[in-house]
């Protein structure tokens, strides 16, 4: 099977990767062109200049761009080559509508379309340790498997288009809370005078503990907020939820309170930084 890779970001260039040390990637294309040069140089794969270009020359394509609009821009130019029985498997975080407008996009050229949003970070993408939720149909599911299991560890099937992108923005309220609830407390253990490292490394494995506190409260020990997971692309996925939840007439307080924290952040130059960044706020709360 011949696989290409569109969107060399954070998680895309590692996920590229790991499909290259499996023996499946054929072609990249990024929308800065250089990363994808770079990259298929070093792997030995095709750039392609165009995105036809790419859909004509593989079987199946993952793609890992930033939001909804973007998937729906790529999953067009795509759509105009990929042979019949393709696969596109999308893996950047957007509401469940718009992975159902990608699949009916591309269902008149018999092309399966995937949502398989990733949680994991980018040391889930280095490691292929991803969790992956995959909407869509079972056949299709099926015949990307070897590809998913390139990228992921848990990979786990939902139902129908859209299924997948659900369960990513459960998955989002969570780390809403939890990243808060980890900012609140290191700022709290800061304020007591307390060796923060240490707080880190007993914590860490006590019952508090969460995948955010161990890999990234450090990141508030340091004061540096590398990405990481941006402010942005979280604000992007909260808000997602929001308009989610909005659907069942509900307003729900995690979500809110975290998209005005993000807000806040963005406002201050901040929106390109890790979500450990909101360590920034929490902290103000002590210096007043
Ligand atoms: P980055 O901002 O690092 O990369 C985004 C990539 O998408 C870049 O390659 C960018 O191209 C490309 N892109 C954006 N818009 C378009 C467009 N309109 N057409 C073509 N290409 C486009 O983001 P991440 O890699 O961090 O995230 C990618 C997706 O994965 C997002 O949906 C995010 O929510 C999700 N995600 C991120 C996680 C993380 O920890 N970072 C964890 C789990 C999911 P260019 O190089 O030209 O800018």
Not at 8 to 28: D, E, K, P, S, T
Not at 132 to 152: C, D, H, K, N, T
Not at 180 to 197: H, I, K, N, T, W
Not at 206 to 218: D, N, T
Request: overall charge neutral; some cysteine.
């Amino acid at each position: 099977m011949r696989v290409g890779f569109v969107g060399l970001g954070a998680m895309g260039m590692h996920m590229a990767r790991n499909l290259h040390r499996a023996g499946l990637l054929a072609a990249v294309w990024n929308r800065t062109p250089e990363k994808a040069r770079t990259l298929a140089a070093e792997l030995n794969v095709q750039a392609p200049v165009t995105l036809e270009a790419l859909g004509a020359s593989v079987d199946a394509v993952v793609t890992c761009v930033s939001a909804d609009s973007d998937v729906l821009e790529v999953v067009k130019e795509l759509a105009k080559s990929l042979k019949p029985g393709a696969i596109v498997i999308d893996s950047s975080t957007v509401g469940a509508e718009t992975a159902r407008k990608a699949a009916e996009a591309l269902h008149p050229r018999n092309v399966e379309f995937l949502d398989c949003p990733v949680s994991g970070g980018t040391e889930g993408a280095r490691d292929a340790t991803l969790a992956i939720m995959v909407g869509g149909s079972e056949q299709a599911f099926e015949g990307a498997r070897p590809i998913l299991a390139a990228m992921g560890k848990t990979i786990t099937y939902f139902g129908p288009t859209g299924s997948g992108q659900a369960a990513k923005a459960t998955n989002q309220i969570m780390c809403a809370g939890i990243i808060e609830a980890v900012s609140e407390a290191m700022a709290f253990a800061r304020a007591q005078g307390l060796p923060l490292d240490k707080i880190v490394d007993t914590l860490g494995k006590g019952a508090g503990s969460s995948w955010y506190f161990v890999h990234r409260a450090p990141n508030m020990v340091r004061g540096t907020y590398p990405a990481g997971f941006r402010v942005r692309l979280h604000e992007k996925d909260l808000t997602i939820c929001r308009d989610m939840a909005a659907r069942f007439g509900v307003t729900l307080p995690v979500v809110e309170r975290m998209l005005d924290e993000y807000a806040e952040l963005i406002a201050r130059g901040y929106g390109d930084e890790d979500i450990s960044a909101t360590f920034r706020l929490k902290s103000e709360l002590f210096e007043k």
